[in-house]
């Protein structure tokens, strides 16, 4: 049993059975046993767009160009800028543009992640370096914020149904081992489960949802581009997806062991992405599209060597199945006034 497992068994003898997203933010963020605070190689576990090259950097850095170019002097900001190979690539295709002037914020909790990105600046042109802050919070909302792959690594929470209502998973312990437990708490959901059957298993992102109220909120002059595996509700909640998106990974491998590993594996749960068009008003105008789609409509291939077409990055990105169809680039725009 790791010492996270210790850490959650104590904690839970102090004040009873856990709800799961405690569980998950301790897993991944707890300051002295998460999994994103420890000194490992995140590459090692888990693949990421950015880890293929500069593919998703040159689309988005092509579709800003031509159509946010007001919105992109402001600045852009990263949530979640993890080791900040993302921003390098940005910052990189900017510079061989001769764009010089844009600042770039990464947002990051881990002071891990921060040491590495703070590595990755000085690899910049010297010309530019002093063009990007690292941050754990930004002092304003403004400009381009990215968000790649930051949402579902957000603490969540699961559900269970039975006898027709949705209950609240917990963790506890039984026979000194970590266990998932059906609560007495029944949870309100965007929709119906009285038909489902028992045993329906599936999660919402109340922070995920938090932080998207907060940004559209305070942000004045903005384009969200929020980069993530998920659904619409419809597909997401699908009758027939009984066992829900949460996933673990663990050295490239989904563990199915994961309670027994906290702090040592990745959870992850994909982003319902009509839960954050719900709070959206009239006057905040979004798009949403597969990953592949939104490479291809970038028009970054159409000079592209055919040789290079057939990398093996770029097909994970591209291909259906994969990522280039899991994975959905989700935009709002807020201009002042809205």
Request: charged letters at 25%.
């Amino acid at each position: 049993m790791s010492l996270a497992a210790e850490f959650i068994k104590q904690r839970i003898r102090q004040k009873g059975m856990i709800p799961f997203d405690e569980y998950v933010d301790i897993a991944l963020y707890d300051l002295e046993h998460g999994f994103y605070v420890k000194e490992h190689d995140i590459k090692d576990h888990f693949v990421t767009a950015p880890m293929l090259g500069d593919w998703l950097a040159r689309s988005l850095v092509s579709h800003w160009l031509k159509e946010s170019q007001d919105l992109l002097i402001k600045g852009i900001t990263e949530w979640g800028a993890g080791r900040g190979d993302l921003m390098y690539s940005i910052m990189m295709n900017l510079y061989h543009r001769g764009i010089k002037n844009i600042s770039y914020v990464c947002v990051e909790r881990s002071s891990g992640q921060k040491k590495h990105i703070m590595e990755k600046i000085l690899t910049l042109p010297e010309d530019i370096r002093a063009q990007v802050k690292v941050m754990s919070k930004p002092t304003a909302i403004t400009g381009i914020i990215l968000a790649n792959e930051f949402l579902d690594a957000l603490p969540f929470k699961r559900f269970v149904v039975e006898g027709g209502k949705a209950y609240e998973q917990v963790v506890r312990i039984e026979h000194d081992e970590l266990v998932l437990s059906k609560s007495n708490v029944e949870m309100s959901l965007p929709f119906d489960v009285s038909q489902y059957p028992d045993g329906y298993t599936s999660e919402i992102l109340p922070v995920a949802q938090a932080w998207f109220d907060q940004q559209i909120k305070a942000g004045m002059q903005c384009l969200w581009v929020i980069i993530d595996y998920g659904y619409l509700c419809d597909e997401y909640y699908h009758i027939e997806r009984h066992t829900g998106t949460m996933q673990a990974f663990r050295y490239h491998q989904v563990i199915s062991n994961w309670l027994a590993k906290p702090g040592s594996c990745d959870l992850t749960a994909h982003v319902d992405f009509s839960a954050l068009i719900k709070r959206l008003s009239d006057h905040c105008p979004y798009r949403i599209r597969t990953q592949r789609q939104y490479m291809i409509e970038s028009g970054i291939f159409e000079s592209t060597k055919p040789e290079n077409m057939e990398a093996t990055s770029l097909k994970i990105l591209m291909l259906p199945g994969q990522m280039g169809d899991l994975v959905k680039v989700f935009e709002v725009l807020k201009k002042e006034g809205a």
